[in-house]
C-alpha cells in the first residue's frame, strides 16, 4: 500500500515513498559453516567476530547471556554508561537518508522497543519540503509483528484513525517503508552475516564499543530469525535488488547491539539508489507500553497518494 518495489525499476517508486512518508533471538551457539563464511577473529576481545554479530539480536532479547554477567530483561534501567547488563527493552534513534534529484533526504524517528514482544512506538519526522510542504505533522508508527500501524499519515486518512500495513506484503519486509527499519528486523538481518571483520573499539555516546563491519546476506537472515519477524524477512529477500547488504554494527562490552547502519541497494533503471538506515539503541531497561489499534480505529478506504 505504501510501497511496491521490484528487482528491476522499482527502486524509484521505493525512494519516493520513503521521502514522502517519510538473531537471531533463537539459541546461542549458531553459526555458519565452511570456511568461507568465518570472520576474522577479535584478538583484542578473544571472541569471534562473526558469532559475536550473529547473538546481537538474542542478547536484546534476553534469551541468552552476554559477556561477563548476564543480560537479563526486567532489571533496572541502564544509564546509558554501558555498565548496566539489561535487555529486552531500549531507547531508540532512527535516521534514514537517501539521494534522490541530487537532494539528500533525511527522515528522522525517535521512541521505545521490546524486543521481547516485538512492539514499538517511535514518532517519525519528516523533513521540510520533503512532500511539498514546509511543515509536517510528525508520524507515530506502532510496530508489531507483521504489521505497522501509522498515524497522522494525511493524504486523505481522517486524523484521528490510523492506517495498518501487513509488513509481510511489502516487498521490503518494512525495512524502509514506514522510514524507520524496526530494531529487531535491523538485529535480526545481523544473524545473516557472512563475512564480518573486526576495526577496533571506539567511543559511541560516552559507551565503550566494538566496531565491526561486513555483510548480511538476507534470505539466510530470514531463515536464522524467530517466528515474529521470519516473515518480514523472507519478504524483504525477494524484494531486494541485492541479496546481500553491508553493514556496520557496534556492540558493547555486554555483546549487546549499540547502533548498526545498513546500506540498501535498490535497482533503478538509471544507477543504483542507496538508501542508509541507522539504528541507535541506549537506555535498555526502560519501560515499554504499546496498545495496537480496535478495528473500527483503523482507516480502511482509499488512501490519496501525496
Known amino acids: 500500500m505504501v510501497v511496491r518495489q521490484h528487482r528491476s525499476g522499482g527502486g524509484a517508486r ?15 551457539g549458531c553459526s555458519a559453516g565452511g570456511g568461507g563464511d568465518r570472520a576474522v577473529a577479535d584478538e583484542r576481545g578473544g571472541a569471534d567476530s562473526l558469532d559475536a ?29 554501558g555498565t548496566g547488563t539489561v535487555a529486552g527493552t531500549a531507547e531508540v534513534r532512527t535516521s534514514m537518508e537517501t539521494a ?8 528522522r524517528g525517535r521512541g521505545t522497543y521490546d524486543f521481547r514482544t516485538r512492539t ?7 523533513p521540510k519540503d520533503a512532500a511539498g510542504e514546509d511543515e509536517h505533522r510528525p508520524i507515530t508508527e506502532l510496530l508489531a509483528p507483521g504489521a505497522l500501524y501509522m498515524k497522522n499519515r494525511g493524504a486523505g486518512v481522517p486524523a484521528d484513525k490510523w492506517v ?8 521490503d519486509g518494512n525495512l524502509v517503508t514506514g522510514g524507520v527499519t524496526d530494531p529487531m528486523a535491523a538485529a535480526e538481518l545481523l544473524s545473516g552475516a557472512r563475512q564480518v571483520t573486526y576495526e577496533g573499539k571506539t567511543d559511541l555516546a560516552g559507551v ?24 518480514v524477512l523472507a519478504a524483504a529477500a525477494k524484494g531486494f535488488s541485492k541479496d546481500t547488504v553491508p553493514f556496520d554494527a557496534y556492540l558493547d562490552e555486554q555483546g549487546r547491539l549499540r547502533k548498526v547502519r545498513h546500506r540498501f541497494s535498490f535497482a533503478n533503471e538509471g544507477p543504483a539508489v542507496e538508501v542508509v538506515s541507522t539504528t541507535l539503541l541506549f537506555g535498555f531497561g526502560v519501560p515499554v507500553s504499546v496498545r495496537l489499534p480496535d478495528g473500527p480505529d483503523i482507516y480502511t478506504g482509499q488512501i490519496r497518494q501525496w
Open 208 to 231: 565503550a564499543v566494538r566496531h565491526y563491519r561486513g555483510t548480511a546476506d538476507i534470505g539466510l537472515a530470514a531463515r536464522e530469525a524467530a517466528p515474529g519477524s521470519r516473515g
Open 14 to 28: 521505493a525512494v519516493c515513498a520513503l521521502a514522502v512518508v517519510g538473531v537471531m533471538a533463537a539459541t546461542a
Open 53 to 81: 554479530v550473529r547473538r546481537a539480536a538474542a542478547l536484546l532479547a534476553g534469551t541468552v547471556s552476554g559477556t561477563g554477567t548476564a543480560a537479563v530483561a526486567g532489571t533496572a534501567p541502564d544509564s546509558g554508561t
Open 164 to 171: 495498518r500495513v501487513d509488513t509481510t506484503a511489502l516487498e
Open 120 to 126: 514499538g512506538r517511535l514518532t517519525v519526522v519528516l
Open 100 to 107: 534522490a534529484g541530487g537532494t539528500r533526504v533525511t527522515i
